[in-house]
Structures are given as structure tokens and as C-alpha cells.
């Protein structure tokens, strides 16, 4: 660990989160006091919240070769879990239950959704595993949208105000952000560490040649299958938190909009490591809600439109692979 | 070599300050003036389906803010505008900006239904704040759970129905007639108003219902059963074109009436067989092309000189400007004064009185949710062009029509299975 600790990544890695710490100590001396709560629970708590289920996107696709367009809706999964089965939601569809019991439950259904998304498309590769999680997404979606007595339709199920955490609600930014950052921080090492395992390593080389790894005497399908669950595990605690923030799901959370914003956060951040979930989702989080105020207000998308294309563009593999590209360029000097 | 790739490095490093310097000096604008200014943001729809609608509303906006020369009370009006998608978790986003970062007193949005009840929500978690409905229509954004921090000067998707049912009963005297409609939340709302009437003054109706973007209707144009009197259609855009068209092509005959978009412009301005059928349609809404009304007729004299303007304002033009109405009055009634955590100002715009631009009277229920006329509508052929011709008004349509509103959430939301249709026994 503290051999980690001295390589060049581990120190970034402490310098990062020691700020992210710090962060709500920092904010208010570089803004009014209102603007650095906006930017605490609105940029950065958002950016961790959705970074977490790009992450999601970005194990399966890095360390498994699986793009699926399906993590939103696992999030969503979790979401609705929570927002039927919570006390005190709007409409009341079953209720009763308390956060402790309704967060893990809806964590655990998104798993096993995730976990039934993989078996569905665990013969299908590339393009057409893009295509059958995309299936799956907008059935999901429309279901929800037409579905009145679980999930309420078009309108969704509101009022989903969170549990308090230390006595504290969840509504202050401060909790918001400090339980965003704890859970992104735990999932994001354990992926960390899950690569590294027996399990990851296995996961990797199906990503590269999955009939040497049959040959081995590995159980190709029940990896993926397996990562898929992972995956939803991840996504599902995003999924929970993202309802919390938005204070209720509806249809519109895990639409083909929502869905596609997961990939562009994990390609303009960079499919190629964790961190870059959540790089890009910062990015997509500031420019989403600037944009307007930045650039005209009626073509605000344009602006959004042309910064991605532009990182794109520059780096195909991203935030990252363009910090990798200038490092070595660096040392080339 | 080493020189160029040093320029390209150099450029990026450049290229990223500038970024930043351009972002920083967009985000860090506080407004320090002499006389501090209001701050009005506004969340309206500017991309998807709506977006023409949602720039109407602003059009609308910005007329109604001009004729105030953008000052009240002394003080000037600062407008921050937003575009949602007509998703609620936009419409949230876009709202949490406004009031926390740009530190707006009031916003006036959103546009459709799932958005309102988001704000709505997000509207009870505020203190000092003000959210003032712009054209958004679903009835449990004031009716069920309302929030003190949430106005709506226009009326809803049910109030829209209202006195349709009664006409098509004992004015023109059917006493059966099949519905319909899309099999979504707005047309459930609809039809639970139609109903209501329709059924409490002993008429039958039978149902079809079909989900959004059905494009064959064959089958359910069959299916209308030979009893029926008229059809009424609860369909928008697209659908109700679709419907409409195959319709006629079967050599359907029945007297069309309409829920309160079906007479827009995708409907009037499509050429086909419809048309046949079109003109006569008798529909109900909040407004109408022609409204024998002083009021009306220079409101749409003065929208008419906006730049880019419709030939008539769009509904949702006409909401956006009734709720800026509201504001801007009980603004002026205090005098520019927010202070008091808007104490002052949330009661004046819960006693507002006023005529909307249709010339309806407005106020508010205990809830906070508009008593408004509602028109209905006949299509006629103008100069060659049909529109939307104003007949007759049911005045002070209240949320539950008429009924005791414990009566009336008793009967719970609408839903195809929930139409309202409740016999008078």
C-alpha cells in the first residue's frame, strides 16, 4: 500500500481524493456561498452519481469487451425498486418499507436484472450486443411508461426524499456529496481490485481471446454472465442515489436520451479506466448545465455537440488517452 | 521537431486556459447593482418534440416582460431563460441551476406534465422561492400534494373538458358516443373530464384506446360500435392525423368531437381526407383562434408584431403569458418586494383576480390551481383557412368540476381503467 502510495498514480490518486475531501472546505472561497452548494450537490455530487453508473459501462467494456447500452435502465431498476417500495413516496405504490431495507432490495434487483441482461445476450458480440441491450433498454422504458399500476406511467413516482444519514437529511449537499463520493470511492476500488483477481484476469482474457480461455477449462458464459451482474451491482447504486437527487424516477431518467448520455460520459471521460467515468461525467455535467449560459441559448446543444466531438476527435480513447498522449509527448521534449 | 510539438502543446495549453477563462467569467457573474434587480428564470421546452411551442412561450414571455420595459417597482427584471427536453429530470436540473446558481426569486415553468410535478416537488424544498407554472397541465401538480411555493394561473387537462360533455348530450342530443384516445396520462385526464359530464348526464360511452404512435387504426375503426352517435377523439399530432385519415378513407360519417389539441395546427394544416370531417368539429380548451373578446383580439394584434410570430399564438404561448400575467401583477401589487421570504408577494399572487389573454376571468383555489374559463370550439373555414372558432364558454371551471374535491379524489387519478364515468343514479 504505501509502496502504491509512491508511484506516480498513487500519489495522483491520494492528491484527487484528499481534494475531493476538501472540496466543500475549498468552494465557498472561490464562489458566493449559494453558488458553491449549487456547484457542491450540482456539478461534482451529480458528476460522482452519474460517474458511478458510466462506471458501470466502462468495467464491462474495458475489462470485459461488453459495451451495453442496458445501465441506465439497471439503474433505473434499482431506482423504481426504491421509489415503489419507500414510505412517504408519491403516488404510494406499495410503500411501507424504510430506506435500509428498500436500498439494498433495490440494489439487489438491479443486480439480478443485470444478471438476466447477461444471459440474454451473452452469445451476441459487439454490434449486436449493442443492439440487444439497446433492445432491452427501450422495452424496459416503454413498459415503465405504459405500465400505470407499478410504476405509474408518464409521470413516474416523485418524493423520494432520502434517508437521513447521522441524524443529517439527505437534502443538504454536504451529506449528498460526502455519501456520493464514500460509495463511488469504495465501488471504484473494488473494481480496482476485481480486476486484479483471479476473477478480472479470467474476465480479460475472454475480452481477448475467449476460446483460449474455453480451452483453459474456463466457463466462458458464466463470466460474462457474472460481470454483467457486477456490473448491475455498480449501476444499481448509482441508480439509487441518481432517484434520491432527482428527488423521484420517471420514464424520461432511463429514456434513449438518458441511456446515451451513460456512453458519451464514458467515452468523452475515456473507455480505457474507471476514472474516466467519472472525468467524463464532470465534464458532461458542467457543459450540460452551462451550456446555455455560455452560448446561445436556443442552439446551447451545438456547443454541447461540438465539445465532444472536439475531445473525440483529439483522443479517440477520451480524457485519458489524451492526458496519456500529452505525458508522452512530454517526455519526448 | 521538438519546436512543433512544443507549439501543439503549447496551443492545447492555450486552447484549455481559454476554455476556462471563458467558462469562469460566464459562471462567476454576480450582479451588483444600485437597485438590485428581480431575477425571473424561466424553464420552458427548446429542443424535441415541443420545441416550437416552447419558443412561442418565450415569445409570449418577452412581449408581456417589453410592455413592462423589463422594470417593476423600480426594479429592473432580469431574465435567465432555460430549455428542458420535456423530461423531468431536465426540467430539475434546469430549475436547481436557476435558483442556486443564478440565484433567481421566481421561475416560470415548465411546459408538460411530468416536468410540473417535478418542480412542483422541488418547489416544497424551497424557502424564500417561487415557481409559477408555465404550461405544464397534469392534474396532480396542484391537485394532489401541492406545494406552498407552486402557482398555476392555467387550468388542467381535465378543466379543459369541461361543459363539452354537457353539450354533446343535451345540445346535440346523443346519447352514445365511443371515445377514442391515446393511452397515456393526458388523454386519461382528458376522458375523465369528457366523462364526467357526459355519463352524469345519462349518456353511454364505449372506449378504445390505443398506445402513442399507433399509425394502423383499422381494426379499431371496426370496432366502433353501429349504436354510437359520435366519435370523440382524444388524440394529438400525429396519431390524430392518422386516425382521422383512415378514418374518412372508410367513409366514416359520425360528428367528430374533439379533446383540446386536437384542433392544432398538424391538424388543420395537413392536407387529406380529414378535412371532411374536420370542419364542424366541436372541441373544448382554454382557448381558441377566434374568441369574440376585447382582450383577445389585442393581445394577438400585439403578438402578431413579434418577429417570426404565428398567425395565432399557440396554447402553449397563451398558458406561458396567462402565469407571467399573474406574476407581473402581484409584483406590481408589492411594489418589486421579495423580501420577508416573498411573503408578501406569494400572497398577492394567491389573491390575484384577473383576465387571462383570452379574456377568461382567473383566480385561484385553495390550492393554488386556476379557476378559469373554459371555451368551446367549433372549426371553421376562413378565408379559405379553417381555425378554431370560440362558441361558447363554461365560466369558473374549478379542478374537480363542480364536485366536492373529497368527492372527487375519492374517484382517484384517471387511468383507462378510471374514466370517470360515473352514472347519476
Redesign the interface.
Known sequence: MSAWLRTPVGMASAATLALLLLLPAILPEL??Q??A???L??IFG?AIIYGIIAMSLIFLATYGGLVSLAQMSLAGVAGYVVAITIDGA??SIVGGLSYATAIPLGIAAATLAALFVGLVSVRTRDIYLLMITLALAMGFFRFV??N?AWFN????I??VLGPSVFGLPF?DPHVLYYVSLTVAVLLYAGVLYLVRSPFGLVLQGIRDNPRRVAALGYNVALHRIAAFGVAGFIAGCGGVLATIY???I????I?L??TVNVLIMSVIGGLGHPIGAFIGSLIFA?F???A???YD??R??TLIGIVFLVIVLLSPDGVIGLAKR?GA??R?? | MSLRLSRRSALKGAGALALTAAATGAIKAPAIAQNTPIRLGSVTTLEGPFATGGQDAYRTMEMLLQAENFTIGGRRIEWTRESSNAQADVALARARKLIEQDNVDIIVGPLSGAEGIALKDYSATLTGKTIVNGSSGASDTTLRNPSRNFFRFNTDGTQWMAGLGNYVRRTLNVSEVTVVAGDYAFPYAQVFGFSLEYCRAGGKVNYLWSPLGTTDFASQIAQIPRTSGALVVVHGGTDGLAFMTQYAQAGGNLPIIGGSIMADQTMLSARGPHRRLMVGMVASGPMADVIDDPNWTDFVARYKRMPNAFPSPSIHAVNYATNLTGVIRALKEVNGDLSNNQAAFQRALAAQKFKAPTGADVSLDHNRQAISDIFLTKIEERGGTPMTVAFERARQVNQTLGTPEPAFLALGAPSRNNTGCIAAS
Open positions: 464562489m458566493p449559494n453558488q452548494r449549487f456547484w450537490a450540482n451529480r408519491a403516488p411508461e405504459t400505470l406511467g408518464y409521470e413516474g416523485r418524493n437534502r432527482n428527488i423521484g420517471s420514464p424520461g431518467s429514456g436520451g438518458a458542467f450540460d448545465t452551462f446555455a449560459s455560455i441559448r436556443n446551447f446543444n500529452v509527448l512530454m519526448r521534449d
